[in-house]
C-alpha cells in the first residue's frame, strides 16, 4: 500500500507571496492532519481534517488554512507568506479520528526567501 | 493540555552498544504515547506506540519502550545499535479528547563505529 504522498517536495517563494500544498492520505486513510517542522519551535500541529471539515486547529495565525476533499485529499494554503513560514510542512493521515496512530509523508521544505 | 519532555537533546553512542532515550509527560488525563524516528530529509517514521495493555511495548528495528504512569515516562530503549539508527527521535503525546500529537524537542542519536 502505497504511504502518505506530498507534493512538491521543495518550494522557494517571496515574502507576501501565496503558496498551496498537498496531500494524498494512505488509501482508506479519513483523516489528515498537518505540522509544522522548524529548528527554532520543533514539530507544532496546524489542523486536523475528517469528512472535509476542519475537526482541529493549532495555534496559527488566519494566514493558515487548509480544506479536504471528499476523496480524502488535502490542501493547506498559506497567504501573504513571512519569513518566518520557512519550514518543513508535514502531512499526516490515520484511519479514522479514533485510531489514533498517523503516519507522516516525506513532508514539503518550503523556503521563503 | 499535554505537554512532553526529552531529557537529552543529543545522544552519542558506540554500535553494538545500548541506548536509552528518556521522554517523561506531563498531562491531566489518559494518554497514548508514540516514538517516532526521522532520517535525514524523511518525514517521520512510527517506531512503537503505547494506547493500552502491557507497559512494556515492543517496535520496529529492535526498539522498545516501557509505559511508567507513576513517573509519567515513556523511555525508548535498544540494547544493540547500528550505525543506521543515527538519526532524531521524537516522542509524542495525545489523548482521548484531541487527537492532535504533541511532540518533544527530539533527541538526536549519533552511532559511532
Known amino acids: 500500500k502505497a504511504g502518505v504522498t506530498q507534493t512538491p517536495r521543495y518550494l522557494i517563494k517571496t515574502r507576501g507571496q501565496q503558496v498551496t500544498l498537498s496531500c494524498s492520505p494512505i488509501s482508506g486513510h479519513r483523516s489528515v492532519s498537518w505540522y509544522q517542522q522548524t529548528p527554532g519551535q520543533g514539530l507544532q500541529f496546524l489542523f486536523e481534517y475528517f469528512s472535509e471539515t476542519q475537526r482541529n486547529k493549532g495555534n496559527f495565525p488566519g494566514r493558515f488554512s487548509g480544506r479536504q476533499f471528499s476523496n480524502s485529499r488535502s490542501e493547506m494554503n498559506v497567504s501573504t507568506l513571512e519569513l518566518g513560514d520557512s519550514a518543513l510542512y508535514l502531512c499526516?493521515?490515520?484511519?479514522?479520528?479514533?485510531?489514533?496512530?498517523?503516519?507522516f509523508g516525506p513532508g514539503t521544505r518550503l523556503t521563503v526567501t | 493540555a499535554q505537554s512532553v519532555t526529552q531529557l537529552d537533546s543529543q545522544v552519542p553512542v558506540f554500535e553494538e552498544a545500548p541506548v536509552e532515550l528518556r521522554c517523561n509527560y506531563s498531562s491531566s488525563v489518559s494518554v497514548y504515547l508514540f516514538w517516532y524516528v526521522q532520517y535525514p530529509n524523511q518525514g517521520l517514521q512510527l517506531l512503537l506506540k503505547?494506547?493500552?495493555?502491557?507497559?512494556l511495548v515492543k517496535g520496529i528495528n529492535g526498539f522498545e519502550a516501557e509505559f511508567n504512569k507513576s513517573q509519567t515516562s515513556f523511555h525508548l530503549r535498544k540494547p544493540s545499535v547500528h550505525i543506521s539508527d543515527t538519526a532524531e527521535y521524537f516522542c509524542?503525546?495525545?489523548?482521548?479528547?484531541?487527537?492532535?500529537?504533541?511532540f518533544g524537542a527530539g533527541t538526536t542519536v549519533t552511532v559511532r563505529a
Open positions: 499526516a493521515s490515520s484511519l479514522d479520528r479514533g485510531s489514533y496512530e498517523q503516519y
Open positions: 503505547y494506547l493500552s495493555g502491557s507497559t
Open positions: 509524542a503525546v495525545s489523548d482521548w479528547r484531541d487527537y492532535k500529537l504533541s
